[in-house]
């Protein structure tokens, strides 16, 4: 049995993953493959409590460690339960933020540093990555119109200052130059139809 291909999507807040998701599940579809989609923090029962812990305001201010260890304890469960499985059945596995997050939010914009995220990568998922991760890059301002847009009370990392969330931003396309073949940048301050441009040709190069 070939083993199932793992596609990631990432971006800052607002960035059209959600959007971008049901596209690419579709493109897949139409090729005949069996597609889990999945999300991070997330994706199992234990592990979405885990993420209503993260995201809800209430929750307030947590120590940055903490955050990354509850991402990578959520990690680890949507991993054992939901990828690994999946990906060893032939599936491909299309998965809504994944450890570049971490590296992003936690390494980037809270300041733990690239290495600490790695390690823990390391330990948590040792030789899996993507396959392909598609980034949506989009400017903070224009992200955080759209999280405005949506009508939506804003989670605890849509709270967030501008400051924190342009060293996502940068934290992710640092990350994007170091690893060019797996990172694939999307220009998602475009249009929608632009976007979708862009993420086919990403696909059609990639994965054909
Ligand atoms: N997190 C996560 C960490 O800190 N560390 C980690 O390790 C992990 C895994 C998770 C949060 O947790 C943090 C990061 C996150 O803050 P989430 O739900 O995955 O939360 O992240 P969000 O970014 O909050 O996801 P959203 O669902 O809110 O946003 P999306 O999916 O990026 O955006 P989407 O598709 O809902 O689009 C937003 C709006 O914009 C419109 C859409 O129609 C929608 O209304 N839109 C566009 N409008 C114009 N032009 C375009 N090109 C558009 N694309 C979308």
């Given at each position: 049995m070939k083993r199932g291909r793992f596609i990631t999507l990432e971006g800052g807040e607002g960035a059209g993953k959600t959007t971008a998701a049901a596209l690419i599940e579709r493109w897949l579809l139409e090729r005949g493959r069996t597609v889990v989609r999945s999300r991070e923090p997330g994706g199992t029962p234990a592990a979405e409590k885990i993420r209503h812990l993260l995201l809800d305001p209430e929750t307030g201010e947590l120590d940055p460690m903490t955050e990354l260890l509850l991402m990578f304890s959520a990690r680890r469960e949507n991993l054992v339960r939901m990828i690994e499985p999946a990906l060893a059945r032939g599936d491909d596995v299309l998965c809504d933020r994944f450890t570049d997050a971490s590296r992003a939010y936690q390494g980037g914009g809270r300041r733990l540093g690239i290495q600490l995220v790695n390690r823990l990568a390391a330990l948590v998922?040792?030789?899996?990555?993507?396959d392909l991760t598609l980034l949506l890059d989009v400017s903070v301002e224009t992200g955080m119109q759209r999280v405005a847009g949506r009508g939506k009370a804003a989670d605890r990392f849509e709270q967030s200052r501008t400051d924190f969330l342009e060293r996502v931003r940068a934290a992710y396309l640092t990350q994007a130059r170091l690893e060019p073949e797996r990172i694939v940048v999307i220009d998602a301050d475009r249009s929608l139809a632009e976007v979708e441009r862009q993420i086919i040709r990403a696909l059609e190069r990639c994965l054909l």
């Open positions: 998922h040792p030789g899996l990555e993507p």
